[in-house]
């Protein structure tokens, strides 16, 4: 079902569509925090021209004594400020039993690196109508990727969208290597739109706008963002996280740059 | 609670002890065969030295569409025939769907690298008392690995054996890169059992028992190991599966190995 | 020497200047090949908008028994061609022994991934006034590279351009990762220039446009580019090689996204 | 040349001979030192065992500014207390100028990994008759590596030890990851000897002795160890020195697991 045969796909969440040309800009804090911070960032995204507020209920930790999120009451306040901003959501669900809590809330799941080949947890999200955001696993192979999405796409949703967030590396400097090249790697093995995401691939919020705006230069349908109003506030990942208005201006650089390779083909 | 201090952890599964200076011989099919296969594999299996029938019933395919076990039925086979050859069971399981079905018939539930921080299937395995083989991530670091043995323990199940599976590079003559040194690593950094599975990581039969001894001599409890009377004919990887006779002189000489480095202290 | 303090360099090769805000193009074929065909190449390259002739003169090769390039000739051919259209030369030297004969025919000389921490040559490289094209080793850290390039300064010789061409990963789709998050980190850690080869780090033609423009919007100072009048015909690496018609477009697309971004605050 | 064709090559060093079935043993400071102290070393590791001594005269630093070696001086104290305690020496020649230099010394030269890929050295190393000891590039391939000790042998000069020394990789808890299937896998590949380095793969000397017996298990043909008789006290990486009372007791436990392993044939 994922093949590079037909029409580019398109994807449909809330007023954003995923493949249609424009890049479609989804942002929020790394952690859901306070709601009324939460409408505060949502706000502020929207205004700079984000469609989507992400935003995390449930957080994969490495260890199990860190902070894991707020569950649902955070997918409450999610919910919330994204009407409040006429936003749709964006989060990410960690396993099976959270599948329709979340789906409740949210208009597109996603399944985080960390699950990529969590193969009960994709065909899960399989057999439900909400849109998939699929990020890639750490030490995933493209192709292994696509595997990934095809799982979904086999149970009866085709609506999944890839996100490149890095790999893992020997180079310390960045917290994952970004493969800004599978962007056009992706366009010639399928027909799925891809976003990225440089907030966690970066680690650093000094390299974010220039990781973004490159993934757009070759050719990505969006990016998933960090924002918070003020970063250095931000309850988790602070270091990675831009700020309201720094995000008005990357969407603004990153639509000149989306129009400046506007001509050059993508590969099929 | 999975730390360096005090006596190393001993872990009992049937008649085979993890930790407690003899290494511990897990062999078996890579997938559940036919019943009559079954049985032989785990008699020539007991007879050359192995104690655990190790055999997937439920296999994790990166591709939806490949051969993806045959369940219970082989879960049912893998016990009758470990019972006839008087040896414990050790199998994966995939997700939580699968925690109480497969420590119906299994002794020991192993973890594979793809879920190694299913954080979901970490906690579930944690709340049930079966012992756990926990495989480490293609592109895990050691103290992730330790971390996701944590949240086995956390939940209640301290009886975690780590098992070291290769680890993803750059390097294509093996399937994984076996990183040997992960076992001292982790003598200093934790008090569980360390088994290796020179089956997985090297993908090639002639490769497998020199990783095997390498892996006896630098310290490790155990061995996973691939096994069939019949390799060429096996189900699913034969390309690395050993014979049950090689298995003999495998078990001979690395009971050789672990006697001969019996004096070189080990790293605390 | 090489440090982010101060302003940042520019450094002059013929007609270009690499570090003064305009992306500089150095184009040419892998290998050198017939005189006539070179000037070919390089008249299309400079139509296109290159101001460098690049060009193996001395090929690093795997094997001994590969091709290793045509040596002074090539070097004489890659002169005249470029005297012809008005180009300055880049061109590699694989060693000590050929830094003054490269030298004299060159504006600068190329040290390529293999050699990166070949000091005995950085030094020599250093102990002359010719700029210096530093590609990063395939294993290499961003701060062994600009340890690299210190090797060169260090002896005298502060004009170094560093050239990112991927690094070694478990990804296979591309020769090498790509791996763009260099260029901003390298602001944050130099002053020097930094220009990329997106032909050799992916090894597709049909990637090299993206990649190349991406890493102009991610703030580069110029492209290496492999370029051919008819790529399927040329001597080596073909596969990875754009036609001058393509190059066209892209020196095009390139200052355009450079543009786009140019009020865009590279880190610092 | 090199091929896996035909019996597995023997190679004379001194007293030593690589290939033959015994394990050979290098040992000695990382850096030379005060000759009475090297003298102390020297007898030390003889009386351990070893009848090659190692020692860097010219140390290859990422950094210009690191203390290099002391060059003739370390060479010539080397020669002097190798000689003392009836030793080969063995030490890295950085760079074509230092051949005929350190063969003057030396008995074997060294190729570091970061050379690996050096042609100019590699062709200069097949030009004289010293036996070689190339050591695999941080990013080198099994593949790339026999190719590179192909480029000695098309010199004439047939005489290459191969060593592995790890590889680069995400995992930051040794120096590199130490690839102990490389040692089978050339087995099957090339007839030349493989000795490891445990020191500089793993950085850590508590981790020193169980890499080196695994290697000895996996068949390799010897050791190249640092070895110090104060290893507190050694000029540089001490980190990863052990004592020469520990050589005594590793060399014992290697023999004994080299003869444990004995009856295991090697694949071919």
Redesign the interface.
């Known amino acids: 079902l994922v093949s590079s045969d037909g029409d580019r796909v398109q994807i449909q969440v809330g007023k954003a569509t995923f493949g249609a040309g424009e890049p479609v800009f989804a942002a929020g804090p790394c952690t859901v925090e306070e709601p009324e911070v939460l409408v505060e960032v949502a706000r502020g995204a929207a205004a700079a021209g984000a469609t989507l507020l992400r935003g995390g209920a449930f957080k ?6 860190s902070f894991r999120g707020h569950g649902e009451v955070a997918l409450k306040a999610l919910r919330e400020a994204a009407d409040e901003a006429d936003m749709g959501v964006v989060t990410e669900v ?5 599948v329709s809590l979340v789906a409740n809330y949210a208009d597109m799941l996603q399944i985080g690196a ?2 990529m ?5 994709l ?1 899960e999200a399989g057999r439900q109508p909400k849109p998939i955001l699929l990020k890639r ?3 995933s ?4 990727w696509l ?1 990934s999405a ?2 979904i796409a ?1 149970e009866g949703n085709e609506q999944v969208v890839l996100c490149e967030r890095g ?8 917290r994952a ?9 992706l366009r ?1 093995r399928s027909n799925l739109p891809v976003i990225v995401d440089p907030s966690h ?2 680690g650093d919020r ?2 974010v ?3 973004a ?7 990505c349908d969006g990016l998933l963002i960090e924002v918070h109003p003020r970063p250095e506030q931000s309850l988790k990942d602070g270091r990675q996280t831009i700020s309201t208005e720094e995000l008005q ?2 969407v603004a ?1 990153a639509r ?2 989306a ?3 506007n ?2 083909p ?2 099929r």
Chains 1, 2, 3, 4 share one sequence.
């Not at 493969?179 to 790697?185: E, F, L, Q, R, T």
């Not at 705006?213 to 050719?219: D, E, M, P, R, V």
């Open positions: 994969p930790t490495t260890s199990p004594y960690l396993g099976t039993s959270q960390r699950n080949q969590n193969f009960e947890l065909r696993g750490l030490a192979t493209i192709d292994e595997c095809e799982y086999a790999i893992r590396t020997f180079e310390t400097a960045t290597t970004f493969d800004v090249a599978s962007i056009p790697v010639l691939s970066s000094r390299l706008p220039h990781i705006l490159a993934a757009i230069a070759a050719g201006k990357l650089a000149r740059v129009e400046a390779v001509g050059v993508l590969p």
